[in-house]
């Protein structure tokens, strides 16, 4: 099982960014992806997961209304549109995949991890 982020990127404040995480391994097409974040000095946070239908996104409270997760059913593929860019988002972005239908916020829930890709918004 690999996980591939790619996207990450310099921007400036205001600005946007799309990543995308590629999972390889066909047999997880009907579980739950998420991204989380770290940033330097920080704990690990939740930025958003969607189920497998790409419905039933969550977000955490720091990225909500301005971050859109997405993914077409049942593809192993998930997005995450970020727009209004802050430089509190600064940071690592990883992917993850959980082996359940419904998405969490919890990073301990996830079982496979991306490399992740990083983000610097600058001001």
């Known amino acids: 099982v690999q996980l591939q982020a790619f996207g990450g990127g310099q921007v400036q404040t205001g600005g946007f960014l799309r990543l995308s995480c590629t999972l390889t391994?066909?047999?997880?097409?009907?579980?739950?992806m998420g991204w989380f974040r770290q940033a330097p000095g920080k704990e690990r946070e939740f930025v958003a997961a969607?189920?497998?239908?790409?419905?039933?996104?969550i977000y955490g409270d720091g990225v909500r209304g301005r971050f859109t997760i997405s993914r077409d059913s049942g593809e192993n593929t998930v997005h995450l549109q970020m727009n209004s860019l802050d430089p509190e988002d600064t940071a690592v972005y990883y992917c993850?995949?959980?082996?359940?239908?419904?998405?969490?916020?919890?990073?301990?829930?996830?079982?496979?991890w991306g490399q992740g890709t990083l983000v610097t918004v600058s001001s």
């Open positions: 993850a995949v959980v082996r359940t239908t419904v998405p969490t916020a919890h990073a301990s829930n996830y079982d496979y």
């Open positions: 391994a066909r047999t997880f097409s009907t579980y739950a």
């Open positions: 969607i189920r497998y239908t790409g419905r039933t996104p």
